[in-house]
């Protein structure tokens, strides 16, 4: 038998009840519709490790007035970078 996704996409959508309604169904297996195949988890996982790079501060010093000056900068500038400049 095929696998037609968008027919599953659509008998969970006409449930109304989503995730949820999965869960209080009691339901032992996940619906396929949220299984990605392997070789896209792998593609994801070896883009996200070539392009990722996650921002360190190093937080020693933030006693001292300079030292937490500096680092309230650097915070600063990691959060531009990522998007939360608020």
Known sequence: MDY???DEVKA???TKAGIKGLVDS???EIPRIFIRPPHELAEELNMCKSTL???VVD???IEDENGR???VNEIREA???WG???
């Open 59 to 61: 937080l020693s010093g």
């Open 26 to 28: 009691g339901i032992v």
């Open 84 to 86: 939360n400049s608020n």
């Open 79 to 81: 959060c531009k970078k």
């Open 4 to 6: 037609d996704r968008s």
């Open 12 to 14: 969970i959508d006409d």
């Open 69 to 71: 000056k500096k680092i």
């Open 53 to 55: 790079q996650v921002p």
